[in-house]
């Protein structure tokens, strides 16, 4: 608990804003809430600028929207229509939350920060969108709920990392970014395959009703 508690030192603090620009790609509500639960705990110390998450307030709507999004996150094309509508929030919620933990004494870290946060919700938001599309032409339902639950985990796993063992969450976050971006090469090619099979069918169906 101690080792929780005390986030003072700079790879510490490095590794909290990297772990919550990546997590707010995924899991934004989720980072907020259980960040802000664990300040209001007293389990971390959080730096100065991520303190706005541990009031009450913040608690009430984050809890909301993170009970919202767990199960939002495991309807089949819900889940894709989620993750689109978050495009325009994600990422730039990575970016303050990053600067929030960096930037309270420089301006200028504050926006490396951001730069550096904003990227990494990007990087992990696409990746997860391009997942679930793909994961979306399968019909059964099942496939959405590992993939999911595997989120879920993922997501607690990485910021308790990062709270904990710094140094490890490096590795862990190139080597997850590392995935991320081959999964993106990979899936995009795979969804194009069936965009133009899809494209196909249905010109070959309008052909067969003008013949």
Same mark, same amino acid.
Request: hydrophobic share 60%.
């Given at each position: 608990? #101690?080792?929780?508690?005390?986030?003072?030192d700079t $790879?510490q603090?490095? +590794? =909290? %804003? /990297?772990?919550?620009?990546?997590?707010?790609?995924?899991?934004l509500?989720a980072?907020?809430f259980l960040?802000?639960?664990?300040g209001?705990m007293g389990?971390?110390?959080?730096?100065q600028g991520?303190?706005?998450?541990?009031?009450p307030?913040?608690?009430a709507?984050?809890?909301f929207m993170?009970f919202v999004?767990f199960?939002?996150?495991?309807?089949?094309?819900v889940?894709?229509?989620? #993750?689109?509508?978050h495009?325009?929030?994600?990422? $730039?919620?990575?970016? +303050? =939350? %990053? /600067?929030?933990?960096l930037?309270a004494?420089?301006?200028?870290?504050?926006?490396?920060?951001?730069?550096?946060g904003?990227?990494?919700?990007?990087?992990s938001?696409?990746a997860?969108?391009?997942?679930?599309a793909?994961v979306?032409?399968?019909?059964e339902?099942?496939?959405?709920?590992?993939?999911?639950?595997?989120?879920?985990?993922f997501?607690?796993?990485?910021?308790?990392?990062?709270a904990?063992?710094?140094?490890?969450?490096?590795?862990?976050?190139l080597?997850t970014?590392?995935? /991320?971006v081959?999964?993106?090469?990979?899936?995009?090619?795979?969804?194009?395959?069936?965009l133009r099979?899809?494209?196909?069918?249905?010109?070959?169906?309008?052909?067969?009703?003008?013949?």
């Open positions: 608990m #101690d080792a929780l508690k005390h986030l003072v $790879p603090l490095l +590794a =909290l %804003a /990297a772990a919550l620009g990546w997590a707010s790609g995924v899991r509500y980072a907020v960040v802000g639960a664990a209001f389990w971390i110390d959080l730096p991520l303190k706005i998450l541990q009031h307030g913040v608690l709507a984050s809890g993170f999004e199960f939002a996150d495991k309807i089949p094309l889940d894709s229509l989620w #993750d689109m509508v495009t325009v929030i994600r990422i $730039p919620a990575g970016a +303050a =939350l %990053a /600067a929030g933990a930037g004494d420089s301006q200028a870290m504050g926006w490396v920060a951001a730069l550096l904003g990227s990494l919700a990007a990087t938001h696409a997860k969108l391009t997942t679930r793909a979306n032409t399968s019909p339902p099942f496939s959405n709920i590992a993939v999911s639950l595997f989120e879920d985990g997501v607690i796993f990485m910021l308790w990392l990062a904990t063992h710094p140094a490890i969450f490096a590795i862990a976050l080597l970014l590392a995935v /991320a081959l999964l993106l090469i990979v899936l995009v090619k795979f969804l194009r395959i069936v099979k899809l494209s196909e069918f249905f010109a070959g169906q309008r052909s067969l009703q003008k013949g």
